[in-house]
């Protein structure tokens, strides 16, 4: 089945044989998966899977044992993840949230542009009219995003104040301050209230269609993850199980059973 022709664009990650070992533990175990610009990619598997293991080797934060990544074409298998996340624009999220406390949303977001702005990150800091033009424009980006996200409403409050949801939102929108193309987002409903999961789903659906972002994400909320994804990719036990569209992947035997721990 080749459940990928189900999804439009040119293909933007491309991943093969990827295999990661700790110890005796096989955590990835020859992971192919094709991602097409735009996708709402959807990555599942009972916990345990790989699916964290797999993000961290294809974002770099950990080093595959073999296998090669291709971003929109270019070989970036073994690149550290700082090179992939300014050359790439692939980044990641992690469970932990973490945003500056002390900060409003809007200076988080122009924190979050600079940090990742690296060739003119001491420019910005020094007066001048260069400077002030690059801190405009990632005022105007971080006032958009966090329209986007739904924060309008706290942009003048300590990002302390916020509620975690919220924070959970900001955190969002300060990952895409350095206009990444693929964003790799691990488990973001953890922890969330229904009212506040809408709310994130809402967001990743805005900057899918209004930014054109590319996402993989991994859930465990089906729910959330059926309504939100084009594709379904099913891992268990370190391998490729299933994928195809939600409907058919929530009528799969073998994901019932692997679930069920059959
Ligand atoms: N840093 C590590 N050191 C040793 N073993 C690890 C490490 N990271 C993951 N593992 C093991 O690799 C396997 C896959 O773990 P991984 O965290 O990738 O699964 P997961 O699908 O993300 O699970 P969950 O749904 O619980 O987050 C597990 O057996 C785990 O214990
Ligand atoms: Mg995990």
């Not at 345990?48 to 296998?67: E, M, N, P």
């Not at 789903?201 to 994804?229: K, P, Q, Y």
Request: glycine fraction near 10%; include cysteine.
């Amino acid at each position: 089945m080749n459940s990928l022709s189900l999804v439009r664009g040119k293909p933007l990650l491309t991943v093969r044989g990827l295999r990661k070992s700790y110890g005796a533990v096989q955590a990835v175990r020859g992971i192919d998966l094709d991602v097409r610009e735009r996708e709402l990619c959807c990555l599942m598997g009972p916990n345990g899977s790989g699916k964290s293991t797999f993000f961290d080797c294809v974002t770099g934060l950990q080093r595959a044992d073999a296998g090669t990544v291709h971003l929109d074409g270019v070989d970036i298998t073994g690149w550290p993840m700082h090179r992939i996340a300014h050359e790439g624009k692939m980044l990641r999220s992690f469970q932990k949230t973490v945003v500056f406390t002390t900060m409003t949303p809007e200076e988080n977001l122009i924190a979050a542009g600079q940090m990742f702005d690296f060739p003119n990150l001491l420019s910005t800091f020094s007066p001048g009219p260069g400077s002030r033009r690059r801190v405009a424009r990632l005022r105007e980006r971080a006032n958009h995003l966090i329209e986007m996200v739904g924060l309008s409403h706290v942009r003048d409050q300590n990002a302390g104040k916020l509620s975690f949801g919220q924070q959970k939102l900001l955190q969002f929108a300060s990952s895409l301050m350095p206009e990444p193309r693929l964003i790799l987002l691990d488990e973001p409903l953890a922890g969330v209230n229904p009212v506040l999961i809408e709310r994130i789903l809402d967001s990743i659906r805005n900057v899918n269609r209004e930014l054109g972002i590319t996402f993989i994400v991994v859930e465990h909320n089906i729910d959330a993850m059926m309504s939100l994804c084009q594709r379904v990719v099913v891992l268990d036990q370190g391998a490729l199980l299933d994928q195809g569209d939600p409907e058919t992947i929530m009528r799969s035997q073998k994901v019932v059973e692997a679930y069920l721990g059959g």
